[in-house]
């Protein structure tokens, strides 16, 4: 990721009828970067990427793509998947992936080529001929992803780009995803899907009733947020024997490691401390950050009552 940001947007605010979308909204991201942009539903994310994407104009502040303000010719170099998902259902597959490529500025015979090998890398190239309807909504869903790069943007947004995939279609898709960050293409995904993001994303930001309420790195949002309460420990201890041990995850033998989940405000030094005065023999001892979802749902409960 270079120094210089892709995406820039500085102080921007909407409003629609007595609806505040956007409250003084700030952020950046970089070449080459995967950012993670979270929020719970009628948050305002799909108004911000539709403001960064010059669908919707600010009513105060401003945005800047490459380097500068939006021009007509950005949106070649944009690749946009909508939460409203939109196939021409009784079209042929390659038919419809080439016709969004000449779109997009691209000869009929590039796009044509271009939809060939998207569909071969997504295990879908004997379905080039097949009507888009015919397909089961998680390869549609592929189509979709094909069709938003199919033309090499330099910028990919995708939401939920995940949806209706089985475990092994995602993990293409997430394949996919790296690959075009470490072409050095920037992408902004949107998604409720905690885990993805924590695969995925460097940097996230968090917005709710229109306002950031996160954003940072990854690592440092999850330092700041968690607690000292949870612990993966492999011992000879009967962790029931614990007055400090809410409760145990894994079946509690010895020499095995299992998830003591310790009360509130106990800290894991003060456990650590019973361990070793109790006699056990540790084998391993690791501290456990709160996972992205319990954050996400904390920092959203907080918004909401801040309102």
């Known amino acids: 990721m270079t120094d210089s940001p892709v995406i820039r947007v500085d102080a921007v605010s909407k409003?629609?009828?007595?609806?505040?979308?956007l409250d003084a909204v700030s952020l950046d991201v970089g070449r080459g970067e995967i950012f993670g942009l979270l929020g719970p539903n009628g948050a305002g994310k799909t108004t911000l990427i539709r403001t960064i994407l010059d669908l919707i104009k600010p009513d105060t502040g401003r945005v800047e793509i490459f380097g500068?303000?939006?021009?007509a010719a950005d949106r070649n170099r944009i690749g946009y998947l909508p939460e409203e998902r939109g196939l021409y259902q009784r079209?042929?597959?390659?038919?419809?992936l080439e016709y969004l490529g000449t779109l997009k500025g691209m000869t009929s015979s590039a796009a044509r080529a271009e939809a060939g090998r998207w569909l071969e890398r997504f295990e879908l190239g004997d379905r080039a001929d097949q009507k888009v309807e015919q397909l089961s909504k998680g390869n549609?869903?592929?189509?979709?992803?094909?069709?938003t790069l199919i033309a090499a943007p330099d910028i990919v947004c995708l939401d939920e780009p995940l949806s209706g995939l089985d475990p092994v279609s995602a993990?293409?898709?997430?394949?996919?995803?790296r690959d075009c960050a470490a072409e050095g293409?920037?992408?902004?995904?949107?998604?409720?899907?905690?885990?993805t993001v924590e695969a995925l994303c460097g940097r996230v930001f968090m917005i709710a009733r229109g306002r950031r309420v996160l954003y940072g790195a990854l690592?440092?949002?999850?330092?700041?947020?968690?607690?000292?309460?949870?612990?993966?420990?492999q011992s000879t201890a009967d962790y029931r024997a614990c007055p400090f041990v809410a409760r145990i995850e894994g079946d509690g033998a010895r020499h095995t490691p299992v998830e003591i989940h310790l009360l509130p405000g106990t800290g894991s030094n003060r456990f650590l401390h019973w361990l070793v005065?109790?006699?056990?023999?540790?084998?391993?001892?690791?501290?456990l950050s709160t996972p992205l979802e319990e954050i996400f749902v904390r920092v959203a409960e907080q918004a909401e009552v801040a309102v």
């Open 15 to 21: 409003r629609f009828a007595t609806t505040q979308a």
């Open 68 to 71: 500068r303000m939006f021009l």
């Open 91 to 96: 079209q042929k597959v390659g038919a419809v």
């Open 140 to 147: 549609q869903q592929k189509i979709q992803i094909c069709s």
């Open 171 to 177: 993990r293409v898709v997430m394949r996919v995803i």
């Open 185 to 195: 293409r920037t992408l902004l995904l949107s998604t409720h899907q905690m885990n």
């Open 219 to 233: 690592p440092d949002i999850k330092r700041e947020y968690s607690t000292d309460d949870a612990v993966r420990v």
């Open 277 to 287: 005065a109790s006699g056990a023999g540790v084998d391993s001892f690791e501290r």
